[in-house]
T-cell receptor
């Protein structure tokens, strides 16, 4: 079946540090891949997406590249801010009934 | 445009009690979903609906029932609550898959349920 594996958190960084959150997946076919972000006390919202191999999704300074050869979709940001503190979820959509499969989430804490 | 709203925001139940969680969306989305979020387990799909009058089981459907009598509403029911159903519940909705080729889901703010 489909699955998503994310690195364990929490991840604690100082402001302006470089961020990487690893995500690998197992899926049949050619899934679309997503990163969702959940700010404290809120629901999830889409951060970025990639729908085919080698696509790069980007938004708010975050980037992730769809690597089919390594089945990965790692999230990166060159300089994090305190306001980036949140839980980040990697997810995939194989197109079956439009359901998403989520990873367990990675909590990011950015300090001054 | 309120997006996806959930009622109530918080609820405490005793074991064996019943309740209904309401999800409403004003984006004319075809698809709606109910998830539960538990520490260390991410989001798990409970039930979903691909249109008015239709429902289907997700990953963890036991102990829950759903109804989609109107396109804009998706109700999640707990007939006899158990402590294992203590969780944060999220509703989401999305357009039917189209030219975009992917499925962006829009989430509500969540309902925190505690079962004693």
């Amino acid at each position: 079946g489909n699955s998503v594996t994310q690195m364990e958190g929490p991840v604690t960084l100082s402001e302006e540090a470089f961020l990487t959150i690893n995500c690998t997946y197992t899926a049949t076919g050619y899934p679309s891949l997503f990163w969702y972000v959940q700010y404290p006390g809120e629901g999830l919202q889409l951060l970025l997406k990639a729908t085919k191999a080698d696509d790069k999704g980007s938004n708010k300074g975050f980037e992730a590249t769809y690597r089919k050869e390594t089945t990965s979709f790692h999230l990166e940001k060159g300089s994090v801010q305190v306001s980036d503190s949140a839980v980040y979820f990697c997810a995939l959509d194989t197109g079956t009934a439009s359901k998403l499969t989520f990873g367990t989430g990675t909590r990011l804490q950015v300090t001054l | 445009n309120a997006g996806v709203t959930q009622t109530p925001k918080f609820r405490v139940l005793k074991t064996g009690q019943s309740m209904t969680l309401l999800c409403a969306q004003d984006m004319n989305h075809e698809y709606m979903y109910w998830y539960r979020q538990d520490p260390g387990m991410g989001l798990r799909l409970i039930h979903y609906s691909v249109g008015e009058g239709t429902t289907a089981k997700g990953e963890v459907p036991d102990g829950y029932n759903v109804s989609r009598l109107k396109k804009q509403n998706f109700l999640l029911g707990l007939e006899s609550a158990a402590p294992s159903q203590t969780s944060v519940y999220f509703c989401a909705s999305s357009y039917q898959r189209g030219l975009a080729g992917y499925n962006e889901q829009f989430f509500g703010p969540g309902t925190r349920l505690t079962v004693l």
